[in-house]
T-cell receptor, first 112, second 114 residues
Framework: GDSVTQMEGPVTLSEEAFLTINCTYTATGYPSLFWYVQYPGEGLQLLLKATKADDKGSNKGFEATYRKETTSFHLEKGSVQVSDSAVYFCALREGGSEKLVFGKGTKLTVNP | EAGVAQSPRYKIIEKRQSVAFWCNPISGHATLYWYQQILGQGPKLLIQFQNNGVVDDSQLPKDRFSAERLKGVDSTLKIQPAKLEDSAVYLC????????????FGPGTRLTVT
């Protein structure tokens, strides 16, 4: 079945450091790909998405590019802030299905 | 615009007891989802409603879990009897339409079974 694999956390960075969180997927078709963020005590929020190969999703300084050849959707940010501390989830949705399949999540802590 | 509301936020019960969670989706959202998020894992879909009909309940443990969405608005998820492995955060989400539209998540209910 479809699955998503994220890099193991937790990840601890200093403010203004570069962030990469790796995400790879397995799917039978052509899924849409998502990054969700969960701040402490809150529900999941959609951070960005890409619906086809080579699309780049971006929001709040975060970016991810849909790479079909490597089945990847890595999350990047050039300069993280303390307020970016959260848990980040990579997810996919198969075409024709409404079900989201999530990775295990990566906890990010940014220190001042 | 009000978000997805869930209650209670926290619940502690003993195994073999029953528990119910409530979800109020965003007004006008036809599709409602219940997810189970076990500590250290990503959310897993339990059941999806379109209005008051079930679209997908393939991962719902039907021997102990049940859910309903009366009148196509609020929804209740019940566990009876609870097991230790049911300890998790139960997330409710809603979307305007199934598939292409964004899912909006509530804050979740953290269940601890002792």
């Amino acid at each position: 079945g479809d699955s998503v694999t994220q890099m193991e956390g937790p990840v601890t960075l200093s403010e203004e450091a570069f962030l990469t969180i790796n995400c790879t997927y397995t799917a039978t078709g052509y899924p849409s790909l998502f990054w969700y963020v969960q701040y402490p005590g809150e529900g999941l929020q959609l951070l960005l998405k890409a619906t086809k190969a080579d699309d780049k999703g971006s929001n709040k300084g975060f970016e991810a590019t849909y790479r079909k050849e490597t089945t990847s959707f890595h999350l990047e940010k050039g300069s993280v802030q303390v307020s970016d501390s959260a848990v980040y989830f990579c997810a996919l949705r198969e075409g024709g299905s409404e079900k989201l399949v999530f990775g295990k999540g990566t906890k990010l802590t940014v220190n001042p | 615009e009000a978000g997805v509301a869930q209650s209670p936020r926290y619940k502690i019960i003993e195994k073999r007891q029953s528990v119910a969670f409530w979800c109020n989706p965003i007004s006008g959202h036809a599709t409602l989802y219940w997810y189970q998020q076990i500590l250290g894992q990503g959310p897993k879909l339990l059941i999806q409603f379109q209005n008051n009909g079930v679209v997908d309940d393939s991962q719902l443990p039907k021997d102990r879990f049940s859910a309903e969405r009366l009148k196509g608005v609020d929804s209740t998820l019940k566990i009876q009897p609870a097991k230790l492995e049911d300890s998790a955060v139960y997330l409710c989400a809603s979307s305007i339409l199934a598939g292409v539209s964004e899912q909006y998540f509530g804050p979740g209910t953290r269940l601890t079974v002792t």
